[in-house]
């Protein structure tokens, strides 16, 4: 099984031409990201706070008929966090926050399993960034890292992420016990602004991740795995917009080696360039599917097959 921890929120989408009638969309990065291996037939469970209010229900439901195991699934009091989510008219979005005191941080130790007996655990965005939780759930992916591969995408939030270079540390000891990290160009153009990329992901490669791309929008992605680097074009697709397109791409990246035996520390130590560049063109063709439909709505395998 693979674990998915963090935030599950709503995205209240509001189109730019017409903003009295937002839509309500099951969201949150971590959330995406279990909702795409679940519909694409992996066993996954998710990890993350839910209150029992109308919110709360809609994200359990979707959860749940995405064929996500909620058995680690907190029952949360404080209430669910929103991000105002801008669309425009190109399908590129734009993101405000309300996350004041809201149940995805407030994470405690003993509400994580102390041995989930996962093959891997995904991570990222705002749980992992965000206190008093982010803490709380960085230590537990530490722990859990040398015998789970963990994998991670910063998936970043500038307004709510304060001082960039506390938070550049923190990306720095996620990616000191993640295997695989999945980030776009844009978060680490905020995160080390000027820096190159592919020597970025080179850097990660020695320091011992199996597995680094880099999402670089229209321009397809780049990767280094098994001491190659080879780029990968983004799958052809009419775009409505661009939401939940990096979590779809997280999802099915780790769906294909799951599938293939290369996910958890054994096997993703024996894959080869030209099997990470095939499971890189899988998930690319997954994200450019959840980018034809409104809202983080990957895939299904039936549509796939």
């Known amino acids: 099984m693979i674990g998915v921890v963090g935030e599950a929120l709503i995205d209240l989408e509001v189109a730019q031409t017409d903003a009295r009638h937002p839509i309500a969309h099951p969201g949150g990065s971590p959330m995406n990201v279990a909702v795409t291996l679940g519909r694409l037939g992996s066993d996954v469970a998710f990890l993350g706070r839910l209150l029992s209010d109308a919110f709360g229900k809609l994200l359990r439901t979707h959860l749940t008929e995405s064929n996500v195991d909620l058995r680690w699934a907190v029952d949360a009091a404080e209430p669910t966090s929103l991000a105002i989510v801008s669309v425009a008219l190109g399908g590129s979005a734009g993101y405000a926050f309300h996350v004041q005191g809201t149940a995805d941080w407030q994470w405690s130790g003993w509400e994580l399993p102390a041995d989930p007996d996962l093959e891997a655990v995904h991570a990222g965005s705002l749980a992992l960034a965000l206190e008093p939780g982010g803490e709380v759930v960085g230590r537990w992916l530490e722990g859990l890292a040398t015998g789970t591969t963990i994998s991670v995408d910063p998936n970043v939030r500038p307004a ?109 130590a024996r894959l080869s360039a030209d099997e990470a560049r095939e499971a890189v063109e899988f998930a690319s063709r997954v994200a450019a599917i959840t980018c034809s439909r409104a809202g983080a709505n990957p895939p299904r395998r039936s549509e796939l097959d």
Do not use: M
């Not at 993640?178 to 020695?206: F, N, Q, Y």
């Not at 009419?238 to 939401?243: G, K």
């Open 160 to 268: 709510l992420l304060g001082d960039r270079d506390g938070y550049r540390d923190n990306v720095d000891r996620w990616i000191s016990f993640s295997s695989i990290v999945k980030v776009s160009d844009e978060d680490l153009e905020w995160i080390w602004p000027g820096a190159d990329p592919d020597e970025l992901a080179g850097r990660w490669v020695d320091k011992g991740c199996k597995l680094v791309v880099v999402t670089r929008g229209g321009r397809g992605s780049l990767a280094h795995c098994g001491g190659e680097r080879f780029e990968v074009p983004t799958a052809k697709t009419e775009i409505v917009d661009t939401v939940g397109a990096g979590d779809a791409l997280s999802g099915a990246l780790l769906d294909w080696l799951s599938r293939h035996d290369r996910l958890d520390q054994q096997g993703l």
